[in-house]
């Protein structure tokens, strides 16, 4: 049997309702020590909600839910004394620069007053914002912001780092450095776990992942097994107009309508667009591997969500 | 409604969020520290020098010396209260200070009995700053005048809790100004602070003594400044003590229901 790292948290039909609203219904999932675990989902489909529960913060209605190997109703304090918590508001302490945001913050863990001094300035480093040390955080860009709160959640030299849409409005310069820190962690062993709505990131992260909708999990896995079992291998793409559409019907091929474009599902994409070419002759056509957001699209569609 | 009566577990992490917004006020001390005084000679010059003048004395004490301890009292209900709704609210909401904390150890009922505990040591800055204020313009005794140290402190919890109910309920920031204006402006005027409550209608006396804590807490900043104690000042702290208790737990569960969904 292979050598399966222990879960470090396990949820079994875990339930939230908010006043009459189902926001988790019925999920299970099993966390493994040392790994990076996504929740993907449009908006509203119980992300947070399940961060939330697993971060102490909301009670669960109904089911099992254990961090660590403790029940977040009944060891809270105990939970998140080992827990590092990125939330997706920026809620960083306006009344104190970014040292002092690390330091403060660290006494609410009990951490000594000289420890965590050079804690923060070794994690103001780690994120790069060491030439912002006595800034006040109001003078802080967006993504200097979002690396200020990942230092923050590391004061405590979690085991596990809760991360809610950690990247969200950052430009890709800071995405990578985030993504960076983030695979460094991994490598010393930490568990991540985070929720995104940007796929490429999860694909490029995530050791496995769960797509959520409707407050229910569709699919967990790695993302490049669910790619490859769910969607297929590679996809070809032409541009959409009656002729092609026709020509393709009779190749019988699998293929799709998304708007203007058909795509074609297929395990040799060369092999299926020379075809395509001789034989129906597009005027554009690309070739791509099939990717984390063509299976996500198949399993949440693509209309769009309101609201949350 | 049932969740509104439990007993809040609170830890000595409270502290830590106390902690947190001492540093922060004492970072800014000199703002801080400034109002107390000014206030105590303002209050002390307009309403005691100017109107005392005319008014003379009441019951045979000075007027200023009358309403010293009022002002004490009133500065104890305004720092507490103030701070845990407004300061407490801007924490809360815009700031998401409380949403930060309890990702931490601390739970909710910690950040909030923290601030209460904030709210009433502002209380306690206050009026140790205004005392030597008033010693020096002679119209409080000392060393009795220094039992107003800890009444500000339980005033002050009674206060702070009764603020942080209202944040607790309030949907906005500019909805707090009606328990601003509707209960701390008449409770400020007709508590027996610059005018005794007996020459006011027996209904308005009522409502006083039983809704303005305000009044207990004059009465018994009163005998301890003049110093004149009589066996009501029992009635008045067993009130306070009543009602902080009362006003804090309630204020603790309020804001649980508020922010833990």
């Known amino acids: ?56 913060i909301s009670p669960r209605s109904s089911g099992s839910l254990t961090v660590l190997g403790m029940d977040p109703e009944e060891h809270p304090a105990e939970i998140k004394a080992r827990l590092g918590v990125v939330p997706q508001e920026t809620n960083l302490d306006p009344d104190f620069s970014c040292h002092a945001n690390l330091t403060t913050y660290a006494r609410y863990f009990d951490i000594p007053p000289e420890t965590a001094e050079k804690k923060a300035d070794e994690l103001l480093e780690f994120v790069q914002l060491q030439d912002k040390r006595d800034a006040p955080v109001d003078k802080l860009s967006g993504g200097m912001k979002r690396r200020l709160i990942l230092a923050r959640a590391l004061v405590n030299a979690p085991e596990i780092l809760i991360l809610d849409e950690p990247t969200i409005g950052l430009d890709p310069q800071a995405r990578h450095l985030i993504w960076d820190r983030l695979k460094l962690l991994r490598a010393q062993g930490n568990t991540v776990v985070l929720t995104t709505h940007y796929l490429d990131e999860a694909a490029r992260l995530c050791d496995r992942l769960v797509i959520m909708d409707n407050g229910k999990i569709l699919i967990e896995g790695a993302p490049a097994d669910l790619v490859l079992e769910h969607v297929g291998k590679e996809i070809v793409e032409v541009e959409k107009n009656d002729e092609i559409a026709a020509c393709i019907r009779t190749m019988n091929v699998p293929f799709e309508i998304f708007g203007d474009t058909i795509q074609i ?44 | 409604m049932k969740e509104l009566i439990v007993l809040p577990r609170v830890t000595r992490r409270a502290l830590m969020v106390w902690h947190r917004n001492l540093v922060v006020f004492l970072r800014t001390w000199k703002v801080n520290f400034f109002p107390p005084f000014i206030e105590a000679f303002l209050y002390l010059s307009a309403i005691g020098l100017g109107i005392g003048t005319y008014v003379g004395s009441i019951d045979t004490i000075p007027y200023v010396n009358s309403i010293a301890p009022a002002i004490l009292a009133i500065s104890v209900m305004n720092s507490a209260f103030f701070e ?49 204020v008033l010693a020096a313009f002679n119209v409080i005794s000392l060393p009795f005048s220094l039992l107003a140290i800890p009444l500000a402190f339980l005033g002050g919890m009674m206060f702070a809790g009764l603020g942080m109910c209202f944040t607790a309920i309030t949907p906005g920031i500019d909805t707090l100004n009606y328990p601003a204006f509707l209960y701390i402006t008449p ?47 029992g009635y008045s702290l ?6 902080a208790t009362v006003v804090c737990l309630l204020s603790i569960n309020l804001m649980k229901r508020r922010l833990i969904i």
Not at chain 1, 10 to 34: C, M, P, Q, W
């Open chain 2, 84 to 132: 845990c709704t407004y300061s407490s609210f801007v924490r809360m909401y815009y700031q998401k200070s409380f949403d930060a904390m309890i990702a931490t150890p601390l739970s909710i009922e910690d950040v909030i009995a923290g601030e209460l505990l904030w709210g009433a040591t502002r209380s306690v800055m206050y009026v140790t700053i205004m005392l030597p």
């Open chain 2, 238 to 243: 067993a009130y306070m003590a009543v009602i």
């Open chain 2, 187 to 233: 409770m400020t005027l007709f508590s027996g602070t610059f005018f005794p409550l007996g020459i006011l209608p027996q209904v308005i006396q009522y409502v006083a003594v039983i809704l303005f804590p305000l009044t207990h807490l004059t009465a018994a900043m009163r005998m301890c400044t003049l110093p004149a104690f009589s066996w009501t000042v």
């Open chain 1, 1 to 56: 049997m292979e050598n399966v790292p222990p879960a470090v948290i396990e949820a079994d039909n875990l339930h939230k309702t908010y006043s009459g609203t189902v926001a988790v219904d019925g999920i299970r999932f099993s966390v493994r020590k040392g790994e990076i675990y996504g929740f993907l989902g449009p908006n509203g489909a119980g992300k947070t909600t399940t961060m939330k529960m697993i971060t102490c």
């Open chain 1, 265 to 308: 599902i297929t395990q040799n994409a060369h092999e299926t667009a020379r075809i395509l070419l001789d034989q129906c002759r597009p005027k554009k056509l690309l070739t791509r591997p099939a990717t984390l957001e063509d299976l996500f699209l198949k399993l949440t569609g693509r209309s769009l969500r309101e609201g949350a």
